[in-house]
């Protein structure tokens, strides 16, 4: 039932070591990277400063738009020949993050999905169907890499086309799948519409749920719908991607692999750390990555530490399901958008004004995103012809910058209300 | 002569044409003729009144996302062929028509078809020395379903 039982069951204080050591190491590597060089000359902080797992305090958080102003080889630690794979945050222009790998780097990532799937019950004889995005975003090829690593048979589908991964399901008697939640639910009106039960006529065991938050209900809503088991996972491509905290049978949490990464829940307004239990903002340090180790990733991803000990035997603490986040970025069909991107975009296109709105639909479950935006006064000219070409202009400007495509509505001036202060941009009506 | 449409930009909801009617019947601005054009969530309200500047001014103070249009109003007879005679000289001439829409004097013996044109100074020129009579703002707003319109 463990991938590696000395790891997953490791002693509490053992750990603690292990993490006390990584952590000396991880700085030192981090030192050699442009960024942290700098930062340790100025703050006058080295691999010295950590005498406990505490001191850790003592070191600046680091966050996205860190990552953004040294893009792209600003946090590298190695020399670039040593580096193998890239992967996007997200596929946008301007505001993409990017992430580099070692050979090593890939072995360890590989290895915790492996370990993340078989705590599931994952073995090799399984056939894992991986209906997820390739490419520059690290869910597809994470697990792909991770269930090879297991042994599995599998199935790099990719994202979309429904009725071809029915088909593929069907066909090769698919045991395992990794989806998106909001997919998942869209996909079983396909079934209904093929008239296939997947309860009766697939062999689906598994499902490993991620890249968009969802609530217990509608896990237990997509378990009930397809008859199998469906688990939670949470990664981030800054710390590698998925596979930094998994849940197990129990379903109660996720464990995250505390030999790999160093968690710090703190508060988001006054940056202070929470005891166990209280919710705030995901920190994190990587304790094993070479090729952009970070320190004190703020992950803006809210959650909080599950306290006391898992029935699973396993000793790394466990993370409640993503609340939400301290900024504000949204994540539709599993990609992440930030208000701000739109807001660009609108700017550069004279005809309209900069007061938007976004309001978040799901329908048959199936997310939408609506973009509401203010003609402007003067643009009018008494021709509906040219509203329908300036909204089509925006449509396409938004596909390109968000690549998925939103309904834009083209509203009077002055009528989407301006908040006091910041202005409310998202209306978000989805629910489970 | 050049009359002139007023157009409104609004979204395709209850209530809109109601907020529109409430403004011009309080400043006692009286509507000629109406169409609407619907794209969707929004749509282009277009206008003949009887004093379109001041539509203008009152309907943009009320809020509403305004513009004047040059159009041609073309007074045509109110019997079979009256419209074609006016629509064979515009194809004859390649003039194309973006919008159009037409009302019946109650005369019954002539009706107004207001055109939306490219060239509207030129089509203007062309229709008068083809026998045809726009009218301006005055004429329009003048015409009253018992008088005879010259």
């Known amino acids: 039932m463990y991938w590696e039982k000395n790891v997953e069951t490791i002693d509490r204080k053992k750990l603690e070591e292990l993490q006390l050591a990584q952590l000396k190491d991880t700085i030192k590597r981090t030192e050699k990277s442009y960024y942290y060089g700098k930062l340790f000359q100025e703050k006058n902080i080295s691999a010295n400063s950590i005498k406990s797992l505490e001191d850790i305090q003592k070191f600046p958080f680091t966050t996205k738009d860190d990552l953004r102003e040294h893009w792209p080889y600003g946090f590298i630690a190695v020399p670039k020949d040593e580096l193998v794979r890239m992967h996007s945050s997200s596929g946008t222009t301007g505001r993409a993050t990017v992430v580099f790998h070692t050979a090593s780097d890939i072995a360890i990532w590989s290895n915790l999905l492996a370990r993340c799937m078989f705590m599931t019950g994952m073995r090799k004889s399984d056939v894992f169907q991986n209906m997820m995005t390739y490419g520059l975003f690290t869910g597809g090829l994470g697990f792909h890499y991770g269930a090879e690593k297991i042994g599995a048979l599998v199935i790099p589908a990719g994202a979309g086309n429904s009725k071809r991964q029915i088909q593929l399901m069907m066909d090769f008697e698919t045991t395992v799948v990794h989806v998106i939640p909001s997919y998942a639910l869209h996909l079983s009106t396909v079934f209904t519409e093929l008239k296939i039960d997947p309860r009766k006529d697939t062999k689906v065991k598994i499902a490993f749920l991620g890249a968009e938050p969802h609530t217990e209900k509608m896990r237990r809503k997509i378990e009930e719908i397809y008859g199998y088991k469906a688990f939670n996972s949470y990664g981030l491509s800054e710390m590698n991607g998925p596979g930094v905290a998994f849940e197990c049978p129990q379903q109660n949490g996720m464990h995250i692999w505390e030999d790999s990464f160093l968690v710090e829940i703190i508060d988001p307004k006054t940056l202070a750390p929470v005891a166990d239990g209280e919710e705030g903002e995901l920190v994190m340090t990587s304790l094993q990555k070479e090729g952009m180790p970070l320190l004190r990733y703020r992950t803006k991803d809210l959650t909080r530490i599950i306290p006391g000990i898992c029935p699973c035997g396993r000793t790394h603490r466990r993370i409640e399901r993503i609340k939400g986040r301290s900024d504000d970025m949204l994540i539709l069909k599993g990609v992440n958008i930030f208000p701000m991107q739109i807001e660009k975009k609108l700017m550069e296109i004279a005809d309209v004004g900069t007061n938007f709105l976004i309001i978040l639909d799901r329908a048959d479950f199936n997310d939408s995103m609506t973009v509401k935006v203010e003609v402007n006064k003067k643009y009018f000219a008494g021709d509906i012809k040219q509203l329908e070409i300036l909204r089509k202009k925006i449509t396409e400007e938004l596909k390109g910058e968000l690549l998925i495509t939103p309904k834009v509505d083209l509203v009077e001036p002055d009528s989407i209300p301006k908040g006091e202060g910041k202005a409310v941009r998202v209306i978000d009506n989805r629910k489970d | ?150």
């Open chain 2, 1 to 150: 002569m050049i009359a002139y449409q007023i157009s409104i930009f609004a979204e395709n909801k209850p209530g809109k044409i109601a907020h529109l009617t409430s403004v011009l019947g309080k400043e006692k601005i009286n509507i000629r003729a109406t169409t609407i054009s619907t794209a969707d969530t929004f749509g282009v309200i277009n206008l003949i009144v009887d004093d379109p500047k001041r539509a203008e001014t009152v309907l943009t103070q009320a809020g509403l996302t305004v513009h004047l249009r040059s159009v041609l109003a073309v007074l045509i007879d109110d019997k079979p062929g009256g419209l074609d005679n006016l629509m064979q000289l515009l194809y004859q001439e390649g003039i194309n028509i973006n919008n159009a829409y037409g009302f019946v004097l109650e005369s019954s013996k002539k009706a107004v078809f207001v055109v939306d044109v490219d060239q509207t100074e030129k089509t203007e020129k062309l229709l008068e020395e083809n026998g045809f009579q726009t009218l301006d703002t005055q004429a329009l707003s003048s015409i009253e379903p018992t008088h005879n319109v010259k």
